[in-house]
């Protein structure tokens, strides 16, 4: 997890500074290009003469159309100043865009106006034209007004070309100032066309805020006063000079700004006008013509002029130009969306390759980039994980650059257009490329951020106007049809929701499978991705089948609250699926129910002590969950066009729900590990959680369960009481004595066969465990009762069954016997000893219970004793060097026998010792010497870390039993090793390597050392022991027990029930019973070295089934009953005396 | 294996990238205050020069004498320059005497030196600034380094050099269309055609070439040509082209053949209207229109009435008001069998009140 955290933090890093290095280059490149284009142009027009166009017959005609809308107050002189161009085949198209002002009775009035009929020979369509009107005086035989329904700047273009007559429209806004060679200069691209057809010619807009203005002409140009219009006027230097003369030069251009353009009318009527669907209706104008020439393999050209041509009031005011920039980003959105075709698309050239991309990457995501970088920056800030050398450096970087291409623009823009000629006029553009980016930059990024949300929350209008249609409709219909429509309007709702589920679902699966493969080299030759693919496929559909049933039903209620739930269940769904792939790639473990069974404090620990609550990662949960929210909550206020997408979903959900996922995959893969990885752990999670809540609340389900099992009581209400027969194998195999020896049991944590034999699948790291097992008895086919620590006491001390989530999880523990309890009754003294906190998993429970001596737990611990590393903060406890020599410091030599219990921590998550270095050495040496085969060492390496924490277990073995036989008791000691389970870290083989540990009996008094190969497991040990003790010193021992186990001399084997084995506090489903092993329902045959074997024999599958569904009956019924033995068993042996 | 880059590598890198980009600054920064301080001075020098010509037209040659600190400010090439264009600008603004002495100080300050240099350079801008100049400055010992550059690759030096010729020779100027092969644009049939202002005796053979030429571009500026001197022999030469393969050619076919017109034109542009291209048609319509000629009543008519093209109708209605129609039109506007299409139409082209 940390790692992962500490990838995606890489990851999040160097896609911003890629990202900034992209923009850097393309705005080099734009410098050069812009450079070279306006320097070029300058050249070429040095000494061009214009002027004898203007009078020219066979010059070019052109309609210039200026649509107005509520321009009452300057129309007048606006339409002076148009008259005023200098230009022979000129038209001037005045649209009134149904002005709700008195524009046209002054228009009317001041150009003597009268309505004539006209016929619009444009096919496009528009809104209706009230009028058509013309001047009686000859003077303005140029001008031509129409009047006409409001309909939007677009439908009024529309209108302008649809009665224009010349052979070029040129578009302007009404309130722009044109100079007076403006239509001249835009008119020789068109002239000095030849092999490459110009349809569309742009040139500079030029600020006219605070300019002096007389007679509809600039007479004196100044700088705005306000920084907000310096701003725009520096970035309009940047936009024009610049960029679109590198993109004009690239002939890359997809913008000719609406405030004034020329276009080859053809090609604008026959790509069918502006769309009046768009708010960028200019760009998408000149982006359908570029398609449509390019569709036609026609050479084409779209020009930009660096001449300032035009001059218009920008806003001075925050909230206007926010609006502005709002529009604007809303119209790329929509015009890139509407031509998604075009993106990378080699059919149309530059336009399909770079322009398009372009757009899309740094004019439409530059601001969400932006914003997203601001927004990682105050998480990173406020969880302190910035490295302020590389911010102050990277941020210095920036905003210089941004300078520097400010000041270069000024510098382009005054070697070749003078404009702003005033001395101060340069002083105060480089101040104001100092300051823009701290002020005018992020209000521009701020508002293009809220066009992105605006856009596709739809806020604009018609959006509104679809629901104020429904809720009419809504009044008047019947219940049934009402009906129908709600359900579709929801299916429609539902389809956009679902289809962002889909993808961000998939796309955290397909992180999922990045990572392992990441993390899991071996994984990448398993394809196991497909298979983690569908099984998370099934899972989506089947949410979204469970997701949209509660959604249509609640939204009848309140359609708020349908989405409300809907959108938080979802982004949940897929903010917890990182959680348990991560919980699964760290732990190897599948995350279940268990979780609930730990408590908070528990869980605090688990979390601290594994890293997991460390800023990066609480950053990391926080960033998810936005980016998983966000898109839901943008999209949510949308819908499809068609209910068939939501209905889809649905019977996608249905159909998975019916159509089991087995005949897609067999099941004969043994790497349990790999099985986990292909699996959907959401599915196991939910599973797992309905299983339980089904067992919690069986009452409600009786109908559904499976009542099959015999629930009689074979033993008067206690299913685990018998006769105490246990047989003393032990006894033989060691001298004679008359002193009573003592009991040492070492458990150590994730202690597995894998990693601890000779004959494991990783290899032997365990060298003075190993040459210890060769001097004692050794099983090499033990079983630990569980895949976590929970059990390990009560089943190794006290062979005793599970409860539903673990013997200590029950509120009270029922009366039992153990180890502790018998041999303290017997004048042992015991003790339990371990460096974490023995409250963990109730621990201290049990020991209180067996009224222990001795408890030390990390309490006890102080300095010299070592913690183990912290990790965010946190330790697990203290190093098992701390509890042996604690344990060696507090016994000290007594008359009278003891028995105690140590438990270790080294070798738990997250496997942090001291002394790593040296234990790294060890581990390298290790691996050189054990001359491992390939797959030994592959598994090996990948898993060091874990392995590094062994080596230095065993070595503080080694050294506990240097200590330890220094010591007068030594002689007389009894020592049993043995691991509480395999680490699920270290990838397991198959589902038996979790529970698959070693078990040790070491004893001066040993005789001679024997393996045994018969399958035993911890259920045994208890019993063994106490016969041992029984048989040879006479010590008084119960006559009626409810051990689990039979001893090791039966093990699982015939003569046992066989046991069961609990993989987590909430998943006890699996079964050994002789050499099978029964597992989530399939059947596995054992070999010697308990590999097992997928089979389908179905009377042995039967067999195991009956005895684990009798254990199970039998475990829940002792819990239910909360007693496993009667009272006067229990007290009689207690309060009795030795016959 | 792959070298994994460190934050403090990276930082070093930002570090040296930001330091490059400072120092990028403040040579734009030192490069823009120069620039605007020679953008000023060039102001003064504008002035400067403005004031020496209008000097020498003023005064005439007492003006145009050699002012020798003049003469030592024009050592810095970039008021060189500048003086050049005020002149070139000059000469374009005026004719006659002030124009002779603004040529005069061509020559006093020996600017012609500047403007050859200017040939040998490998820009091709500055090669098209110094054809332009000396082309204004009329140094016909130029004229054979300028035709030989009107096979240069550069579409800016050919074309200059194309205008160059043209004025220093007129008509004359124009042989290279004989072989031209690259289109000529609009704008350069302009200013070509501007330039000519007479034509030789000797104009009809090459002519009769250029209206046969592949070069669609030399067909379109011969033309024009002929429209602007009303070459009348050339008519049915025009007449031929109407049937041209490119519609462009055809439709100024048509327009020259108005500026032509003859007794015979309006039938012959009748008689091939039906066999056209629209454009042809409705420049057919516009210069029946222009003709005015009474023959073509019952064409205009019937195209108004049958023709299914819009356009043609309009322009067919707005021809038989130029040929007085117009109570034929408002008769048929107020019949009610009339289809509204052609009272619309009609009334489009009467531009009635509504």
Known sequence: MIEFAHIVYEIVIWLFL????????????????????????????????????????????????????????????????????????????????????????????????????????????????????????????????????????????????????GDYIVCIDVDCILEQDAILKLAKPFLEQTDKQVIACGGVIRLANNCKIENGKVVEVNL?????????????????????????????????SGAFGAFDKQIVLACGGYDTTTVGEDMELVVRMRRYMEERGRPYEVVNIPDPLCWTEVPESKEVLKKQRNRWMRGTIETLWKHRKLMFNPRYGRLGLISVPYWFFFEFLGPLVEFAGYFIFLLFLFFGIINWPFFFALFALVISSGILYSIYAILVDLVSHQVYSKKQDLSKLIATAILEPFYFHPIVVGAG???????????????????????????????TKRLGRQLAFALRNFGVIALVFLILYMISVGVEWWWYGHRFTHLAAVNTGGQLLLDNLYFAFQALLGGGIIYLVLQFISRWWANTVLVVSFSFIVVMHYILFLYFAESRNLLGADLFYYNIAEMKQILDTSGMLSFTNIALLVVLLVACYLPFWIFSKRSLNTVYVGLGMLVLGIVTSFLPLDIFFSSTKNDLFVQNAGRSKWRYFFDSNLTIY????????????????????????????????????????????????????????????????????????????????????????????????????????????????????????????????????????????????????????????????????????????????????ESWGYEDQAVFNKFIELQGLQQSPYFHVLLTLSTHNPFLINNEAYYDKLFDQRVASLSLAADNRKWALENKKQLVSVLNLDDALRQFFAAYQKRADFGNTLFLITGDHAMPEIPLQSKMDRYHVPLIIYSPLLKEPHTFLNTVSHFDIAPSLLAYYRENFGLYTPSHVTWVGRGLAEGISEKSNGIALMQSKNQLSDFVYRNYHLSDGKLYKLDKRLNGDLISDVSARELLLHRFETFKHKNKFFHTKKKLLPDSVYRGYFEGRKP | MLHRVTIHELVIAIVVVLIL??????????????????????????????????????????????????????????????????????????????????????KIYKMEDAAWQKLQQKKSYLIAGGILELAVMRVEDAIPDIISLLDHPKRQVYQEAQYAIVGFKGFDGLDFLNTLVVPLSDWQQLRLLRSVAKLPDAYEKWMKNWLISPNESVIIFTLRLIRKFQLLPFYNDVVNLLDHASVTVSVQAIRTLAALENV???????????????????????????????????????????NPAISVKIAAAEALIALGQHSYLKNIAATEIVPLEIKQVIKHALQEKV
Do not use: C
Not at chain 1, 233 to 250: H, K, N
Not at chain 1, 452 to 476: C, L, P
Not at chain 1, 745 to 773: K, R
Not at chain 1, 807 to 812: A, I, K, P
């Open chain 1, 694 to 873: 089904i067992e919690e609340h069986s009452g409600m389900f009786t109908g559904w369960l499976d009542n099959e099992v015999d629930s009689t009581n074979p033993n008067d209400g206690f299913p685990f009481l018998r006769k105490e027969d246990t047989k003393d194998i032990l006894g033989g195999y060691f001298k004679n004595t008359d002193t009573v020896p003592n009991l040492v049991i070492i458990i150590v944590e994730g202690l597995g066969h894998a990693y601890s034999s000779p004959l494991g699948y990783v290899g032997n790291f365990t060298p003075f465990i190993d040459s210890l097992a060769k001097q004692s008895l050794h099983w090499e086919n033990n079983l630990s009762s569980s895949g976590r620590t929970f059990a390990v006491l009560p089943t190794l001390t006290g062979s005793l069954p599970f409860g539903p989530h673990g013997f200590l999880e029950q509120d009270s523990l029922p009366p039992h016997f153990n180890l502790f309890n018998v041999l303290k009754k017997n004048g042992f003294s015991t003790g339990f000893f371990y460096g974490g906190d023995a409250s963990f998993d109730q621990m201290s429970k049990f020991i209180n219970y067996s009224g222990v001596d001795k408890l030390i737990d990390q309490n006890a611990f102080s300095p010299p004793y070592k913690k183990l590393p912290e990790q965010g903060g």
């Open chain 1, 449 to 479: 951020v809220r066009g992105v949300v605006d856009y596709f929350r739809k806020k604009h209008g018609w959006g509104e106007m679809t629901r104020q249609g429904f809720q009419q409709a809504a009044i008047e219909e019947p219940f």
């Open chain 2, 264 to 306: 015979d034109t309006v039938y012959q542009l009748i008689a091939i209207f039906a066999t056209q291209p629209h454009e042809s048609q409705i420049e057919i319509l516009r210069t029946l229109k222009k003709s005015r000629s009474p023959q073509s009543e019952p064409f205009l008519q019937e195209q108004l009435w049958y």
């Open chain 1, 18 to 165: 890629l990202y900034s290095a992209a923009i850097f280059l393309i705005y080099i490149w734009v410098g050069l290009y812009a450079y070279g284009a306006v320097s070029r142009y300058k050249h070429d027009n040095t000494f061009t003469d214009y002027n004898f166009i203007a009078t020219n017959t066979d010059a070019p005609t052109l309609s210039l159309i200026a649509p107005a809308f509520n321009e009452g107050m300057t129309i007048i002189d606006n339409v002076r100043s148009l008259l005023s161009i200098y230009y022979h085949n000129l038209e001037i198209i005045i649209v009134n865009d149904g002005s709700r002002d008195d524009s046209m009775q002054k228009l009317i009035e001041a150009y003597n106006l009268e309505s004539i009929s006209f016929f619009v020979q444009g096919n496009i369509k528009t809104k209706q034209i009230r009028g058509v009107y013309k001047s009686k005086n000859p003077a303005f035989k140029k001008l031509i007004v129409v009047d006409k329904e409001n309909g939007g700047k677009a439908d009024a273009l529309n209108v302008g070309v649809n009665i224009s007559s």
């Open chain 1, 224 to 256: 705005p006063k306000s920084w907000l219009g310096r701003m725009q006027a520096l970035e309009y230097i940047r936009a024009f000079v610049l960029g679109r003369m590198a993109w004009s030069r690239a002939s890359g251009l997809i913008l000719i």
């Open chain 2, 21 to 106: 980009v400072l120092l990028l600054t403040i040579t734009v920064l030192s490069y823009s205050f120069y620039k605007y301080r020679i953008l000023y001075r060039r102001q003064a020098w504008v002035q400067t020069s403005e004031q020496k010509v209008m000097e020498a037209i003023v005064r005439g040659e007492d003006g145009a004498s050699l002012d020798e600190t003049f003469l030592m400010q024009l050592r810095e090439p970039s008021f060189r320059n500048v003086f050049l264009g005020v002149l070139v600008a000059s000469d374009r603004k005026f004719s006659g005497v002030a124009r002779n002495e603004v040529n005069n100080l061509f």
